[in-house]
Structure formats: structure tokens, C-alpha cells
């Protein structure tokens, strides 16, 4: 499970570092659905925040899901943001690691006075649950605040991970993509000689 989580906080950091915004992902891995969210974070003309005690815990029908460890948050209002990421009520975390960030329908948490575009990376582990156990929805969901030089946005996407098998078939398929690759090369060659 910790290889996973690990892989998981990777990847999401290196997607958050394309896209210079907050992701949050999360992933049904195994018998767990773990939690990850990382990047920066653009507080410029949020206004004044309030504060807030929490940790790592989602609530799909009130649209919040926040990752990390506990602790005191500054929590901003943004302007657009979605309902609801499913129908599930509130369950906190077994395991919580690393900044405690997120969001709650149109409210933004952040650490507790987090300088403005400072990295922030955390992971909740929800042991023995799937999606549907936490009444998940999958899909993107965004929100969004600031506007030109100080928009920013939160992306969270929701999704089921691929059993090793299907990977295994998904690596089998570009591997024969690149022999056939490498065959269509030979041959053209070949046959430009002639």
C-alpha cells in the first residue's frame, strides 16, 4: 500500500507541476481508495480567511474533500465550484500524511497561514473502502477564483485504478506498438533502397 500511495503522490505531483495548480486524485488501489493532492496554490484577492480545524476526510454530497494530516486550516471562499461528487455522507481518513489542504463546496482550506504559491503535498488513506462504499462519484470536478494574473483553480479528479492485469495488457499493447513501429521502419528503409 505504501508503494502505491507513493507512485500515486508522484504522478499527481508531476501533473500538478504541468498544470501550475492544486490536483487532488482520488483512486480506488486495491481494497483502499487513497487520496492525494498536490501543487500551488494563488490566495492573491481571496480576502480575509477564516479558520477552521480538520483533517483528512471526504463528504461527497456536501462536495468536500480534504487531504493531509490535522490541523488548524485558513479557509477562503471561491466563485465556482460544484455541488456535490457524489451522494455519500462524511468519513474521515485511517492514515493522514504530509499538508492538510482541500475543499468544501465553495470554501478553500489551506494550512494554517500558508504563504501564497508555497508547494503543498498530502495523502488520506481510506483503508477497507471502495468508491461506492464512500459514496463516490467518478469524474473531474473543478473549482475555480481569482481572475487574470491571480485566477487559479483546484481540479479533483475521481477514478478507479486498473487491476496489475490490465496494466499488464496496456504495457503488452505499446510494447507491440513499438515493434510494429520498428518493423514499419525496416521495411520502408528497405524498400527506399531499391
Not at 107 to 113: A, E, F, K, N, R
Amino acid at each position: 500500500m505504501r508503494l502505491t500511495t507513493l507512485v500515486s503522490a508522484l504522478l499527481l505531483g508531476l501533473t500538478s507541476a504541468l498544470q501550475g495548480a492544486v490536483t487532488f486524485s482520488i483512486q480506488e488501489i486495491g481494497s483502499d481508495v487513497v487520496f492525494t493532492g498536490s501543487g500551488t496554490i494563488d490566495l492573491e484577492g481571496l480576502g480575509a480567511p477564516a479558520s477552521a480545524g480538520w483533517s483528512g476526510s471526504v463528504s461527497p454530497s456536501n462536495a468536500w474533500a480534504i487531504v493531509g494530516a490535522g490541523g488548524d486550516a485558513d479557509v477562503y471562499t471561491v466563485s465556482v465550484f460544484p455541488t456535490n461528487i457524489g451522494s455519500g455522507g462524511t468519513t474521515f481518513a485511517d492514515a493522514n500524511t504530509g499538508d492538510l489542504f482541500g475543499v468544501f463546496k465553495s470554501h478553500l482550506y489551506v494550512p494554517q497561514d500558508y504563504i501564497s504559491g508555497s508547494s503543498l503535498l498530502g495523502t488520506s488513506t481510506f483503508s477497507g473502502q471502495s468508491l461506492a462504499s464512500l459514496g463516490l462519484t467518478e469524474g473531474v470536478y473543478t473549482w475555480s477564483w481569482g481572475s487574470g494574473g491571480n485566477a487559479d483553480s483546484a481540479t479533483l479528479t475521481i477514478s478507479a485504478v486498473p487491476e496489475p492485469g490490465t496494466w499488464a495488457l496496456a504495457a503488452g499493447i505499446v510494447s507491440l506498438g513499438f515493434v510494429g513501429l520498428k518493423r514499419y521502419r525496416k521495411v520502408r528503409g528497405a524498400v527506399s533502397k531499391a
